[in-house]
Structures are given as structure tokens and as C-alpha cells.
Nanobody, 126 residues
């Protein structure tokens, strides 16, 4: 298993920045695709950003140019830097991982991921 423990998040005004972190453990994490997903009240969970085992990244169109996903396998930390935040970014954010079996076209499909963090709230006010 790949326990995922999140930190960060909070409240910020539009245009501000926040950073989310997700600590992971286990010996096979280097082979995993890992990413960030979010769910706003009354909406479906959606993929935000994913980084694969080769450090290739994929972003939702709504966050391209504003969010950056990264990971440090030495420190075992997955991060999401969120800049130029908008009220529509308000949601519960989750980190997730899967064992590298997903094709690129499905990277942002939350149904492909079987390990999840506990979630952290991000609230952006206008």
C-alpha cells in the first residue's frame, strides 16, 4: 500500500497562492503515477494535475499555466503549487496514486487511482 498524508491548503483571496503537499511511503512509489484531484460541493471529482514515474506531467485545461505538480522521490513528497487562484478553484483537494498501469489519456481519470490522501480544503474568495 501507499499511505498518503496531505498537508497545506487553507483560505486565500483571488490571485493568491497556496501549496499542497502529500507525503508518501513504500518501496514501489517510484513506479507510481501520482496526482491531485479536487471535488467541489455538488460536483464530480476531477483531475487537476498528474506526474508519472518518468516525471511527465499532465494538467487539466482549467489550471494550465497556474498550477505546477512536482515530486521529490528522495524526500517522498508530492507537491502542488497553485498560483493565480480563482474562486472556481475552491474545492476539497486530494492526492492520489496508482501503480503505473494507466495510459496517458486516462491520467486525469480519478477512477484509475486506488490510493488516496485524506483531503484538504482550499477556499478562494473573490
Amino acid at each position: 500500500q501507499v499511505p498518503l498524508v496531505q498537508s497545506g491548503g487553507g483560505s486565500v483571496q483571488a490571485g493568491g497562492s497556496l501549496r499542497l503537499s502529500c507525503a508518501y511511503s513504500g518501496d514501489t512509489y517510484s513506479d507510481y503515477n501520482m496526482g491531485w484531484f479536487r471535488q467541489a460541493p455538488g460536483k464530480e471529482r476531477e483531475g487537476v494535475a498528474v506526474i508519472d514515474s518518468g516525471y511527465k506531467t499532465k494538467y487539466a485545461d482549467s489550471v494550465k499555466g497556474r498550477f505546477t505538480v512536482s515530486k521529490d522521490d528522495a524526500k517522498k513528497i508530492l507537491s502542488l503549487q497553485m498560483n493565480s487562484l480563482k474562486p472556481e478553484d475552491t474545492a476539497m483537494y486530494y492526492c492520489a496514486a496508482e501503480a503505473g498501469r494507466t495510459l496517458w489519456e486516462y491520467y486525469l481519470d480519478h477512477g484509475r487511482y486506488n490510493y488516496w490522501g485524506q483531503g484538504t480544503q482550499v477556499t478562494v474568495s473573490s
